[in-house]
């Protein structure tokens, strides 16, 4: 079915906007996308979207380093308290890797979710430090907001 009625027109899409804006990075998302990883890579896009029930380390495998991937904080975390948040996010950056990872949820912000846990969110995610230099990825304990 997806190579069928999906695929042509992913592609087509992104062939028509890559024409047009060829240095717009483009991001493919589906929920509920795990049994689809890698022939949604093959779409031409630069980013899979991964939502929160795909395992970030299973994913980086079945993808491989030649593509970005984002996400996928599982969005109900924010509902818990904020250690909890916090090890969420290093949990899912380590998983992903030292490159090509985009840190965001893996679905959108759920209504009732406090505010203060989104703002941490952020908060954590600007104090993760990346080592260029060396390609190794760190994260510096003391700079995250527990």
């Known amino acids: 079915m997806w190579e069928q009625w999906s695929k042509p027109y992913i592609t087509e899409i992104v062939s ?22 890698e022939r949604m890579k ?12 795909v395992d970030m380390a299973d994913a980086r495998k079945r993808l491989g380093s030649d593509i970005s991937v984002q996400g996928n904080v599982d969005p109900a975390y924010l509902f818990s308290p904020l250690s909890a948040v916090t090890k969420e ?4 950056v380590k998983c992903a890797g030292p490159r090509g990872h985009i840190l965001n949820l893996g679905h959108g912000v759920l209504v009732g979710t406090p505010e203060e846990a989104v703002a941490h969110f952020f908060d954590v ?17 003391s700079k995250l907001l527990v």
């Not at 060396?134 to 304990?141: D, F, I, P, R, Y």
């Open 16 to 37: 028509v906007v890559r024409n047009k804006c060829p240095k717009t990075p483009l991001v493919l998302y589906i929920n509920g996308n795990g049994g689809l990883l």
């Open 125 to 141: 995610s600007k104090s993760l430090n990346y080592d260029g230099s060396s390609q190794n990825h760190s994260m510096e304990e």
């Open 89 to 92: 996010i290093q949990r899912v």
């Open 42 to 53: 093959g779409t031409g896009v630069d980013v899979i979207g991964l939502d929160w029930t």
